[in-house]
């Protein structure tokens, strides 16, 4: 029995945790499907009685929320993918490729981006985005978010790749594959898991970014979605149910993909915990 209570413990403490962290969430599901303010004030933490799904229909045609909607999905992915195509390609000449002492003076030159804070790097990324003519443009966050996310990107998939059996490349090199060829062909083929973690942390700090898309972006039409939150918040701070249906639209895409790639994300956060 005392043995039982022990392992029932650690199963009681995590759903009491998913609880709590799932109920805010619930919270605004469920107002985001109620009829009016009045129902969310009487019944706050209720189903509601009757579902009312226009709500998503006014946030998303007249609250704009599917321009910023569909503006933050496309430059979170272009960005993300762009920084792991160059991630992995410097990742891939700092570990497989023999450059003597360029490859650990080049790594250590990437680990320096780590050091910097992003608040700090704020004046001089407006500066150049200005001289460069991009400013209010979509741009203008793409290119600092893939600069942004360069180092992080290349120690993930670094890490990754020094684990790779050299074998695997002498092989290739026997069947006359070059290196771009190895690359291709062999290593991000191999490099799947990593790549999917990295794509999903860089593609949740580019759609969550607040601070770039507010100040480089004064156009209405190309606002990305937490900043037409903001103004969405401001517009219709009287309708909580309608608030509650763009918070919604916000979390959704998150939601999605960590549905369809929970298993790649598993892998690449455990590769390389055990040698062999």
Not at 197 to 202: A, K, L
Request: proline content about 5%; some cysteine.
């Amino acid at each position: 029995m005392l043995r039982t209570l022990k392992k029932c413990i650690p199963h009681v403490i995590l759903l009491a945790y998913l609880l709590v962290i799932l109920f805010p969430f619930l919270f605004v599901l469920f107002s985001s499907v109620k009829k009016n303010n009045l129902e969310i004030a009487l019944n706050p933490f209720g189903i509601p009685k009757e579902f009312v799904f226009d709500n998503y229909i006014e946030a998303w045609v007249n609250a704009k929320i599917s321009t910023y909607f569909f503006n933050s999905m496309y430059i979170a992915i272009f960005a993300s993918v762009v920084t792991i195509l160059l991630g992995s390609m410097f990742a891939f000449a700092v570990t497989r490729m023999r450059q003597g002492k360029w490859n650990g003076i080049l790594f250590s030159l990437v680990l320096v981006g780590m050091l910097i804070p992003n608040n700090a790097l704020m004046l001089p990324i407006y500066t150049i985005v200005r001289k460069l003519g991009i400013l209010n443009t979509h741009w203008a966050l793409i290119i600092p978010y893939i600069a942004n996310a360069i180092p992080f990107t290349v120690i993930i998939l670094a890490a990754f790749m020094r684990i790779l059996p050299r074998e695997i490349e002498e092989a290739a090199v026997m069947d006359g594959l070059n290196a771009p060829g190895i690359f291709a062909k062999i290593i991000v083929p191999l490099t799947v898991p990593a790549m999917v973690t990295v794509f999903i942390v860089n593609f949740l700090g580019n759609w969550n970014e607040f601070l770039l898309a507010n100040y480089f972006l004064s156009n209405d039409e190309l606002r990305t979605l937490p900043v037409g939150m903001v103004q969405f918040r401001d517009q219709y701070q009287m309708n909580y149910a309608q608030m509650s249906a763009g918070i919604v639209y916000s979390v959704l895409p998150v939601v999605i993909i960590y549905a369809f790639l929970q298993e790649k994300i598993i892998e690449g956060l455990t590769a390389g915990s055990v040698k062999g």
